[in-house]
């Protein structure tokens, strides 16, 4: 039985050290923002090259906290891709804004920066929603197109959010994910590029202003302590025994994981590109292969390659059957189906194929000849 990821596989090689980092924190006891979470947010600064990084409890606060600092509410539009996870809406919903969608590039399945600009000329004509944030999505690993993005963001006047959460360890033009916009928010879900054994995420940023509201939103606003409230915050806190166990996992990260990645995802392409749609990698740009999808030629083939799959125990996943402006929860928008045609087809053919840095040629080889077959 292959494994869609394998952290069993991780942490048998990384267990010495995993485990001497947790007895580290079970022998020092300082659980709530111990020596271990200063430490892995200055081990990321450095990766990411940024001035900041302010760690907190899961990918979703990460980017809840920038949209808090930033005031977003009722009547603000928030721009975003429909083919993601809901978390990066939820973010907005819950401050009382309105995400307001544009759709994906059919090569990349990020959000496509001519329908972006669309969407903000829409909204101001429109008149009722204040455009406010653009927050792309670095879909499966793959950077968006930042360049294009910061420049309708600086001619908009609008703030960029950039949600990393699968994106870590990607890079565009030379620099990491976690670098562009405004801020950004990564996830520490275990099954993404970079996982702790539990929830944790991350908000990177350049901006010290910023970076002084989310230390004090992620302890309850805290002022110059816990017990002096200056504006209403949140729990928003890393534990210091998830951060113990990233630190280990973050050096096998950045040594050998990404590479590991991008050499079985080069070999699925290689051995996968004249049977299916294989992913779209564009020049400049290095993905952290969160995901590794693929395309078929229709739903009907989809289930096929699937249960295919499944029957000789390999497992597969879909992100995402359903594009979030046609999930119930966001009934209330308006939007039906056929206003996102990319999303929406790429929602009933894509699937994912076991990807992590452990997986091996020989099951890359199995998989690529179950498809081929
Ligand atoms: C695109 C995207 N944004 C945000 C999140 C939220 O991260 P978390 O699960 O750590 O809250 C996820 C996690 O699945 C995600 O895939």
Redesign the pocket.
Known sequence: MVQFIDLGAQYKKLKEDIDENIHKVLNHGRYIMGPEVAELESRLIEYVGVKHCITCS??????LMPLMAWEIGEGDAVFTTPF??I??TEVISLLGATPVFADIDPSTYNIDSVKLEESIERVICEGKLKPKVIVP???FGLPAEYVRIEAIAEKYGLKMLE?T??GFGGVYNGRKAGSFGNAA?T???P??PLGCYG???AIFTNDDELAAILKSIRVHGKGSEKYDNIRVGLNARIDTLQAAILLPKLKAFVEYEVDARNRFAEMYTKGLKDVVKTPVIPEGFVSSW?QYSVLANSIEERTTLQEKLKSKGIPTMIYYKKPLHLQTAYNKLGYKSGDFIVSEDVSSRIFSLPMHPYLGQDTVSTIIDVICN
């Open positions: 899961s990918g979703t606060d990460a980017l993601t996870f978390a990066t999505v670095d879909l949600d959460a699968q928010g996830s520490f879900f099954a993404k929830d944790g995420g969160a």
